[in-house]
């Protein structure tokens, strides 16, 4: 940080130049000057992942079980935002027994990547610690029930999936296999068990002390009729604006690049950034969770409207209890449907398809040609559409971090980044922030 003061007037510039354990590069720049930022800036350089050209000339099958190898944490939100593309394309209809279960295997995924974020790389910086291995010697409670409640999401993936990680069984249409009674019947013990401990968990967390910083949010989520939104939904919600169709969200939304960074940035047309994930959805569906969700909520004094970020914990903690209560009346009342998977056949057409990723709206589309092949591809993932309000909450924050000592103003910009669990920066406890005075 460089610092002048001449004529009552004061100037700082931040830098912080690295971090660490996140999928690509990043630093982030701010200039402030008498308390007003004159240049603020999220640099991300992420390694270019190449998705989008390697499922072109792919049939739409391989294309499910190639995208899931975008994210280790999430990827059965590809697999799943893929294949609603395709069967939008082709106009395949899920029968319900077959739907439920990939509402059930996508229940998995929220439960263990929310528990990851909660316990491991976010309520650190609530109690103090570097990481979830320095917290675990003074909380070894805290995080071992943490990893109870991820095993319980895990196993619910690798039973209908065929493994807890790049799952194997989900297609278009379905599964290559469903699972039998007896299978989920056999989880709902751990189920149960881990949706006592994350009632217990979201009481303690609601209690943490945050930072108070709320941003005036534009929240972003799918609508899926009288569901809270997860696996499936044909419209997107904006914050003051028209429901619109998946299929439109490049009227709505557009990505480009920014001049100080490799990867895209997402806002409305209008500019304006955006915020999806679990606020945006709780935002705009608090009335559609799960009984026991919907009164822990309420216990708890958790808002529909929670605008700050690092609150965000709590509403994940709420998300997981409504994943979990969930997954258990899916396989209280679980039948094993005649087929599993829909029939569908290719053919030359354009589908789009979004779902719910832990951390937001994931969307496809993709062109089929009359060979059935996939002929173009493109994939909107939350951390991109979140990126340019991340972007923002950082300049907001910003005047604020001059009055800071410099290891706080540190950890205060790593808090508020981990907050929106974003794929790129999920775990930046080790930001590098260089300070010059002169």
Request: glycine share 8%; proline share 6%.
């Amino acid at each position: 940080m460089s610092e002048q003061n001449g004529g009552g007037e004061s100037e700082r510039t931040y830098h912080v130049d690295l971090m660490t354990r996140v999928e690509g590069e990043g630093r982030f720049f701010v200039h402030v000057k008498d308390g007003a930022v004159l240049d603020a800036r999220l640099e991300i350089f992420e390694a270019p992942r190449f998705f989008e050209g390697f499922v072109r000339g792919r049939e739409p099958d391989e294309v499910v079980d190639i995208v899931a190898r975008i994210c280790g944490i999430c990827p059965v939100a590809y697999q799943v935002s893929a294949s609603r593309a395709f069967e939008a394309a082709f106009g395949v209809a899920l029968p319900e027994p077959v739907r439920a279960l990939r509402r059930l295997l996508y229940c998995g995924e929220w439960i263990e990547s929310h528990a990851l974020h909660v316990f491991m790389l976010h309520a650190p910086d609530f109690l103090g610690y570097a990481s979830a291995v320095e917290m675990a010697a003074d909380h070894k409670g805290l995080v071992e029930q943490g990893l109870r409640i991820k095993k319980a999401g895990n196993a619910l993936i690798e039973a209908l999936g065929g493994r807890a990680t790049h799952p194997v069984s989900p297609r278009v249409g379905g599964f290559w296999k469903a699972p039998s009674k007896e299978t989920l019947r056999a989880l709902a013990g751990d189920l149960a068990r881990a949706l006592e401990e994350t009632e217990e968990a979201t009481r303690f967390v609601a209690t943490l002390d945050a930072p108070d910083f709320t941003p005036d949010y534009v929240y972003v989520a799918l609508e899926d009729g009288a569901r809270y939104p997860i696996e499936a939904g044909d419209r997107i919600v904006v914050s003051g604006r028209e429901p619109v169709d998946v299929a439109r969200w490049d009227e709505v939304m557009e990505e480009h690049h920014v001049p100080h960074s490799n990867a895209l940035q997402a806002r409305l047309k209008d500019g304006t950034p955006y915020l999806c994930g679990p606020m945006a959805r709780l935002h705009h569906h608090a009335e559609k969770l799960h009984p026991r969700a919907a009164e822990l909520m309420r216990e708890v004094g958790l808002g529909r409207s929670e605008g700050n970020p690092h609150r965000s914990i709590v509403v994940r903690c709420v998300e997981t209890v409504h994943a979990l209560a969930e997954a258990l009346d899916i396989v209280a009342g679980y039948a094993e449907p005649e087929a599993p998977a829909a029939r569908w056949e290719a053919k030359a057409a354009v589908g789009c398809g979004a779902s719910e990723a832990p951390r937001g709206l994931l969307w496809h589309r993709y062109a089929v040609g009359a060979d059935g092949w996939v002929a173009d591809a493109r994939i909107v993932p939350p951390t991109s559409q979140n990126q340019a309000r991340i972007e923002d909450d950082l300049r907001g924050m910003a005047p604020g971090l001059a009055e800071m000592e410099h290891g706080a103003a540190t950890e205060l910009c790593e808090q508020l980044i981990r907050a929106y669990d974003p794929c790129i920066s999920c775990a930046t406890h080790f930001l590098d922030l260089r300070i010059e005075r002169g």
